[in-house]
């Protein structure tokens, strides 16, 4: 099974700039994806952008585009989501998780299996 361990995030000043990074372990399907998904407190976890494991193919939330881009790096084994232009609205426990299977790229926590433990990412104005 794959494990995932989060890390970058922190305290950022509205309109700057942060890099998530997501490191995977463990054993993946062919057809694995790799998503981030953010959580504020009491609230449920909601879809920021997702990557195929073996492919280019990516998807986001419309409340990101333009500002987030998520990316694989095969050599390091990691998912990396860059967030530009951060507003305080973006303020939130961030979570690293995947799943398998072929098709669209889903927005849907459910159709994720393994999660990382999250990472802290506040934005003041």
């Known amino acids: 099974q794959v494990q995932l361990v989060e890390s970058g995030g922190g305290l950022v000043q509205a309109g700057g700039s942060l890099r998530l990074s997501c490191a995977a372990s463990?054993?993946?399907?062919?057809?694995?994806?790799m998503g981030w998904f953010r959580q504020y407190p009491g609230k449920e976890r909601e879809f920021v952008a997702a990557?195929?494991?073996?492919?280019?193919?990516?998807s986001y939330a419309d409340f990101v585009k333009g500002r987030f881009t998520i990316s694989r790096d095969s050599a390091k084994n990691t998912v990396g989501l860059q967030m530009n232009s951060l507003k305080p609205e973006d303020t939130a426990v961030y979570y690293c998780?995947?799943?398998?299977?072929?098709?669209?790229?889903?927005?849907?926590?459910?159709?994720?299996?393994?999660w990382g433990q999250g990472t802290q990412v506040t934005v003041s104005s």
């Open positions: 463990g054993r993946t399907s062919s057809y694995y994806y």
């Open positions: 990557i195929r494991g073996s492919s280019s193919s990516t």
């Open positions: 998780a995947s799943g398998g299977g072929y098709g669209a790229l889903p927005v849907n926590a459910l159709r994720y299996d393994v």
